[in-house]
């Protein structure tokens, strides 16, 4: 969304840790390596430095936001330093017998093929190029309510869902998986208010907890993945939810 130059979901706190860092690449002589780096170390200083009031985001402070907007499409634009940082990844990740995506991939991704999938996000986010002038958005990745990126299928919950469509999610989960040899799949993108868990004869591990103030303000949970076992691990003050373990040997 960001790259698109959709903010609809972005604070102003977010829009003004984009001026502070452009101005931080500044100071680091727009070394991108050194500022990217070392910018978690110094940006807890430049905050507190900068001691920002209720009123300095102001609903009002249009001019302050629109300076955020124009510092934040600078960094996340396709082309823009960040997006080129973000392009170095994939939108889905296979690593052994796991599959790891955003919202979740379904049979006609796979024959889409993955590596094109990749391939194609990261060409668009790195903008124009000498072999590519105008790098389409890449729509079975990143539009659509069936994107590997905007998929909810594996992450609903609920009494509207019949025995018969669970079946039919199933379904579709294992001809995934079966499609590329993995095991499970692991999804973000749908908050779960009851932390970190799996499905479908865990098949599926939903990990998105919600931690921002804006969602759920939840703790932070880990999946752990070790020796073809998954467990999720919680925090100690969350005694009362008991670790989910998964054994795929």
């Excluded at 903010?7 to 727009?30: S, T």
């Excluded at 390596?33 to 102001?58: L, P, T």
């Excluded at 249009?62 to 960094?75: D, E, P, T």
């Excluded at 990261?122 to 079975?140: A, L, V, Y």
Aim: charged content about 25%.
């Amino acid at each position: 969304m960001n790259v698109e130059g959709d903010y609809r979901y972005v604070d102003n706190g977010a829009l003004d840790e984009c001026i502070d860092f452009l101005e931080y690449l500044d100071k680091c002589e727009r070394n991108w390596e050194e500022a990217f780096v070392s910018w978690c170390a110094v940006s807890a200083r430049w905050k507190q430095d900068r001691k920002v009031s209720q009123n300095y985001w102001a609903q009002w402070n249009l001019v302050k936001r629109q300076k955020g907007v124009i510092a934040r499409s600078i960094l996340m634009r396709p082309g823009g330093p960040l997006a080129c940082e973000l392009a170095r990844h994939g939108v889905v990740l296979k690593v052994d017998d796991w599959l790891f995506c955003h919202g979740g991939l379904l049979p006609h991704h796979v024959a889409y093929g993955l590596e094109r999938l990749n391939r194609e996000v990261s060409r668009w986010m790195k903008g124009p190029s000498e072999e590519d002038n105008s790098p389409q958005i890449p729509f079975t990745a990143t539009r659509g309510y069936d994107s590997i990126v905007w998929n909810r299928l594996y992450s609903r919950d609920g009494p509207e869902l019949e025995n018969y469509q669970l079946e039919q999610v199933q379904y579709l989960l294992e001809e995934t998986l079966q499609s590329v040899g993995a095991k499970a799949m692991v999804v973000g993108h749908t908050p779960q208010p009851m932390g970190v868990n799996c499905k479908y004869n865990c098949r599926i591990w939903r990990i998105d907890v919600g931690m921002s103030r804006g969602v759920l303000d939840s703790s932070p949970e880990v999946l752990e993945i070790r020796d073809n076992k998954a467990r999720a691990i919680r925090s100690t003050r969350d005694r009362s939810n008991e670790l989910q373990v998964a054994d795929y040997t």
